[in-house]
Structures are given as C-alpha cells and as structure tokens.
C-alpha cells in the first residue's frame, strides 16, 4: 500500500478496511478529542464506544477503539485539555466520566488505563476512580507489588475511601494470600458498595470455596450490565465470556490459591511475632527482680533479631507472600486475578459509562439509537 | 634469646595480667620486639607485630598489617588465624563473619586437625548463620579435642536451637559448672542461661544471666553495650519461649495461634480435602485429588516446622554470638591454644 493510500481515521468504519487498520497501527489517526473539547468530539467519543460495542461491531472494534483513546505522538494530552474544559465549563461534565468508563468497559491494558486516567487526575469527581484505574492493576507486567503500595498508600489516606479499601484487602487476600484480607472483605461488604466492589469481594470469596459467590457475582454483574444493553449491546457478552473463563474451575483455583497460601513463609511471620513478644518482656523489671539494677531496656531488637525483621521488610512482605516457590500454582493465580481485574475494571467502566450516558440524554444527545457521522 | 623469643615472652607476660585488657606496656613492648624480629625476616614476628597491636586496641591497623602478611606469605596458617582471631573480638562480630569465617577456612586448610581453628570457624560460621557448616565444624572440633568446652557449647547451642535437639538443653545448663577451671569466662554463663530456659528452669535461667554479666560494672558507660546486649538477647530467647518449637500446645502458639495464616490454611486444605472426598465427580474434570492436598498439608507442616527452627536459630544463636563475643573478648585474653595457632609460643627444651 502507497503512503499515499493510508487515510487518517477519525472512525474506525465496520468492518475495517485494511487501509483503516494500516492507519491506526501507524499513528495516522486523530485521538479521541483531538480536535479539542468540542460538542463534535464528544459526539466521536459515544459513536466510537457504540463502534465498538455494539451487535454487529467488528471483531477488533474494541481493539481499535482503545488505539484511539491516546496517540503515540502526543499521548493523552488531548484527554488532559478536556479535564481541563470540562473544570472550566467548555465541556460537558460528563464526558471525561464517558472517556474513563470506556477506557474501563474496552479491556485497556494497565498502562493504557493508567495513562488515560492520569489525565483526569484534576477531575476530582473522579479522584477514586482514577486511583482504581492507575493502581489496581499490576497483572500486565507482574507488578502486583507496585500497584500494591500505591493502593495500600491510597487506603491510608483520610478519608478512606471503601472501594480502594476493597481492592486493597483484595490483594491482600487473593495475591498475598493473608486471611486478614478475607475477613476484611466480609467486613466491607456488610456494608454499602458499589456493585463493582461487591463484586471483587465476592470473587474473593469465590476463590476461598464459597460456592454462593457464584451466583452473587453474576447477579452483580448482570445489574451493572442491564442499563448497557441497549446501547452497547455487545458488552454484556464480553463480560459473560470472561466470567464463564473466571469461574469454570472452582476447585482447582481454590486448590491453586491453596497451594500458594501454603508455600508461603509462615516461619519468618512466626519470628515477627516472637520479636514482638520479647519487646514486651522486661526481664530486670519484674518483682521477683529484687530491685532495678540496671537502667531500662529500650524495645530495640539486637543486631541479629533486627536482620531476621528487616531482610524481609527490605524484600517487601508482600512480594515474598506472593512469590511463593510454587510456580505453576502462582502462574494459575496470577492469570484469574489479572482476568478478575479485567472483568473489575469493565464492571467499574460501565457503571461510570452509564452516569455519563444518563448525562448524555439529559443533553439530549440519542444514545441508545445507532448515531450516525455528521453534525447531531 | 632472639628478639622472637623475647617478643612472645613478654606478649604471655602481658596477657596473664589481663584485665579487661592486656597490659599496654608490656604489649607495646612486644610489638617492638616483634617489629625487629619481621625486619629479621621472620614471618612470625609479623603475626606476632600484628597481634600484639590488636590487642592492644588497635583492631584496623592489625588487620592491614595481617593482610599485608598474607599478602607477603600466602601459606602463613598463623595469619590467617589471628585474621579470625580479631573477627571474632571485634565489637560487632556479626558484621566481620564473613571475613573471618573465609580467614578461619582458609587456615583449617593450612593447618587441618587443629581443634582451635575448627572451634573459632564454627563460632564465626554460627555468628554468620551457617549455621549447618558450623555444627560440623563444632562436631570436628570436638573430635579432635574431647575436653574443648568451648566446642561443647556451641555444639550443644546447634543441636538445640538449629536441629531442635532439646537434650542439648542439659548439655548446656551443665557446661560451666562441669567445665570447672578450664572455661574460667563467666560469660559461659550466658549459654547455660539458653540450656536452663529451654527447660523451663525460669529462676535458674535468670541466675545464670546475671552471672554472665556480673563481672561487669553497673553504670559503666563502656561496658553498658555489652550488659545491654546480653540482656537484649536474653529477652529475645524469652519471646522464643522454652523448648524447641515443634511440640503440642506451644506449636500454635508459635506459629501465631488459631487465627494466624498458618492455622487457617491448613484449616481451609482440610476443608477442599473433605470437598473433595464429598464430590468426587466434580473433583476428577478439575484434576485436583485429594492425595494432592494430603501433600500440600504435610508439606505446609514440615516446611513450617524447619522453617521455624531456622529462623529461631538465625534470632537466637546470631543473638548469642552477637552479645556472648564480646564478652568474651573483653574478659579473656587469647587461649594458648590460639596463641600456638598463630605460632605465638616458644618451645622450651
């Protein structure tokens, strides 16, 4: 194909053309709000989302779709200028929810997600949903221990927020394999949650043997997906897909999960706590010490008791808990938890997908009827 | 008599008065003689130069000249020895066990069958957590020298607190008194403190600890580190608690009680075993069997189980080396028989 013949994209057309697919690969295409915070751009973004979302979407759609949230050249500097229009009313307020959402709902990579919802940072509307987005990954790279600091960082911060503490314990339970996560994700859930965070707790417990989680998690699923049917038609397959890839085998993930919960190190947590146990100990202090004949003893640990804490402390509790020896049954683990995330992140997309179609019909615009190219 | 001779006189002249140090004049002394006896071109008088600087406190500068001997003379056992020897007086033994344990096989290769080099090389092995190399060493040890106490201590503190061997408990408790006036050190009191803990003797445990320490002077702002020390490694083998962690109630207790991560695995492998055996069906598409879980079980146990020796052998026996060394190195002066080791002694006749 002659450069000549390779067009720059606004739309991926369905099917798409070879010409189209060559474009996008290349980088000649303009990003989603390219052009500006305009009306027209917005107009893009839902025809793009229902592109690729809906019945008859071109197997790659959702592919394409996401190729177009930023752009190698500039990155996501156009999403950055829509934050900005929307703070300032030049956009509506409900178009950086949509670009997140659809970001979420299409399946983007960690990175991808990350960068998108990054952009939105100064949108504090958005402020959780954007620290779900950037930190609650880590399944791509096998950064699990990163995005755990970074959302066990955000958990500590006043005031918490319950679906960061959610996927917090989350990791903690599912990754690290510590029981405290467990029961701190029971504790959550007997409150109120979003149904995206409901539905991560479930899956936790899921993965713990719990066999009515199944059923909980598709009735969670299916109540965020509902208001989706009708303009994104394909999504709720998508979805079921991968929830049949989640739960299909639970014993062996409960058995897998098992395995690596048992090859952790649960000697050296044994040591912490002795240490702990000796700091409270005051030897010359007690009655039948006679009298105090040497000055108090600072809670210190020796040189020795303090290589056992810090050797582990220095390699990060979480990353020795979760690369535990048993490699097949940590490799088993890691591939449902990066595909619970994904179905998280979808889960979570729609919800905010749909406040910003409930924004767009307000608007007037007809999101639920297949939009065509051209001034609305 | 050769400036050697006279050097090595006048160094045992100088370490029998030893208290709390050798006596700086006569140890001065000697390093002079020894300095003119290595102007001499005898090697010996070289360790000797070295030795009697670092005893005298001047720990780097011993160990610069040891290398340069070394250096000079790669095949001088004796260096190597007095190398080991400074790494295990240093005031922070832990952070030179590596060193040392390298200069202290180095010199077991040089000179082999020499019960002080495999003592010192399991102390500095223990003092580096290898804690397997040091019980054989502390083994060959004691194979070449029966009566070593000092081996017996160590090997008795291994079998305890590495191999889980409680009858090294008495071994222990018993080592002072039985070793009489050849382990004069009241430092040896310390291991008997770990051996009468680790039988539940609480009162004697305590005894023992303040006659380790009692030489020393209360509020004195030098020897308070090493009462400190002691005493911190006294209160980490209380929080380790008696016994050897492998038996009935003290099992979970060890391993965090009812609610740790331990207990509640094996708790929820139990359950997927009972699962298992109730739905065979469902078991045999998802290929997990119950034999599966019956070995993640006992290995989840047996990996626990070592795993927790090792740990309390790296807390406890690193502890010991850490707050014991020191003692020792400040209440005694160098045995003879390391003295002989380094080649610091004359024969008579």
Redesign the interface.
């Known amino acids: 194909m002659a450069p000549g013949e390779v067009p720059v994209v606004e739309l991926p057309s369905t099917p798409c053309s070879a010409a189209e697919l060559v474009a996008l690969r290349s980088g000649r295409y303009v990003p989603l709000f390219g052009h500006g915070a305009q009306a027209a751009e917005v107009r893009r973004a839902l025809m793009l989302a229902q592109r690729a979302l809906a019945a008859n979407a071109d197997p790659r759609a959702m592919d394409h779709a996401l190729t177009l949230l930023t752009h190698p050249g500039v990155g996501a500097e156009p999403l950055r200028h829509l934050a900005q229009a929307a703070a300032e009313g030049h956009a509506p307020h409900w178009a950086t929810a949509l670009v997140l959402g659809l970001a979420g709902m299409l399946g983007a990579s960690d990175a991808l997600r990350g960068d998108v919802a990054r952009a939105f940072k100064s949108v504090a509307s958005l402020s959780t949903e954007v620290t779900l987005a950037c930190h609650a990954g880590g399944g791509d790279l096998n950064a699990w221990r990163d995005h755990y600091q970074e959302l066990r960082a955000a958990d500590a911060e006043d005031p918490p927020v319950r679906a960061v503490s959610v996927a917090r314990r989350w990791y903690d339970f599912v990754l690290a394999?510590?029981?405290?996560g467990l029961d701190g994700l029971r504790a959550l859930s007997a409150d109120a949650l979003d149904p995206a965070s409901q539905w991560l707790a479930a899956s936790a417990d899921w993965i713990?043997?719990e066999e009515r989680s199944r059923a909980r998690m598709t009735d969670l699923a299916q109540a965020v997906l509902g208001p989706m049917q009708r303009p994104y038609p394909r999504f709720a397959q998508v979805v079921a897909r991968e929830m049949v890839e989640l739960l299909g085998?639970?014993?062996?993930m409960?058995?897998e999960h098992?395995?690596c919960?048992?090859?952790?190190?649960?000697?050296?947590?044994?040591?912490r706590?002795?240490?702990?146990?000796?700091?409270e100990?005051r030897?010359?202090d007690e009655p039948?010490?006679g009298h105090a004949?040497?000055?108090e003893?600072g809670p210190?640990?020796?040189?020795?008791?303090r290589?056992?804490v810090e050797s582990r402390q220095l390699a990060g509790d979480f990353l020795l808990d979760w690369f535990v020896p048993e490699r097949e049954a940590r490799a088993a683990v890691d591939d449902w938890a990066r595909t619970t995330l994904k179905v998280y992140h979808r889960l979570r997309g729609a919800m905010l997908a749909e406040v910003a179609l409930r924004g767009a019909r307000a608007d007037g615009i007809r999101v639920d009827e297949p939009m065509k190219e051209g001034p609305a | 008599m050769s400036a050697f001779e006279a050097g090595v006189r006048t160094l045992h002249e100088g370490l029998a008065a030893w208290k709390r140090g050798a006596s700086p004049g006569l140890v001065s002394r000697a390093a002079v003689l020894f300095d003119e006896a290595a102007r001499g071109g005898d090697v010996r008088g070289a360790v000797g130069a070295a030795v009697a600087r670092g005893l005298a406190g001047d720990l780097d500068g011993a160990r610069r000249r040891l290398h340069e001997v070394i250096a000079a003379s790669p095949r001088c056992a004796a260096a190597y020895v007095a190398l080991g020897l400074f790494g295990l007086r240093d005031p922070?033994p832990?952070a030179h066990a590596a060193a040392t344990s390298w200069a202290l096989v180095a010199a077991r290769d040089l000179a082999p069958d020499v019960a002080c080099i495999e003592r010192m090389l399991a102390v500095s092995l223990s003092a580096g957590g290898e804690f397997m190399a040091a019980l054989q060493s502390a083994r060959n040890a004691l194979a070449l020298d029966r009566d070593d106490d000092e081996a017996r201590l160590w090997s008795a503190l291994l079998r305890l607190h590495f191999g889980g061997d409680l009858s090294a408990a008495t071994v222990l408790a018993e080592c002072p008194l039985e070793a009489g006036g050849r382990m004069a050190s009241p430092a040896a009191w310390l291991a008997a403190a770990a051996g009468l803990y680790a039988k539940s003797e609480f009162?004697e445990a305590?005894k023992a600890?303040r006659r380790a320490v009692a030489p020393l002077k209360?509020g004195d702002a030098s020897e308070?580190p090493m009462?400190?020390?002691a005493?911190?490694?006294?209160?980490?083998?209380?929080?380790?608690?008696p016994g050897v962690?492998m038996t009935g109630d003290r099992w979970l207790r060890?391993?965090?009680g009812a609610?740790?991560?331990?207990t509640?695995?094996r708790a929820?492998?139990s359950?997927?075993r009972e699962?298992?055996a109730n739905v065979p069906a469902?078991?045999k598409p998802?290929?997990?069997s119950a034999l599966?879980?019956d070995g993640?079980?006992a290995?989840?146990e047996a990996?626990?189980r070592?795993?927790?020796l090792?740990?309390?052998a790296?807390?406890?026996?690193?502890?010991f080396?850490?707050?014991y060394l020191p003692l020792v190195a400040y209440l005694e002066a160098p045995t003879l028989e390391e003295l002989a080791a380094m080649d610091l002694v004359v024969c008579d006749g």
Do not use: K, N, Y
């Open positions: 394999r510590r029981w405290a713990s043997g085998h639970p014993l062996t409960r058995w098992l395995r919960a048992a090859s952790r190190d649960h000697a050296s947590v044994a040591i706590a002795w240490l702990h146990a000796a700091a100990e030897f010359f039948d010490a004949e040497f000055g003893l210190e640990p020796s040189r020795a008791g290589a056992a | 922070d832990l009162h305590r600890m209360i308070a009462v400190d020390g005493r911190r490694w006294f209160r980490e083998l209380r929080g380790f608690g962690p060890d391993v965090g609610q740790s991560d331990f509640r695995t929820a492998l359950s997927l699962a298992l469902r078991a998802e290929r997990v599966d879980v993640a079980l290995g989840l990996q626990t070592r795993g927790m090792e740990w309390g790296r807390l406890i026996l690193r502890g080396a850490e707050a």
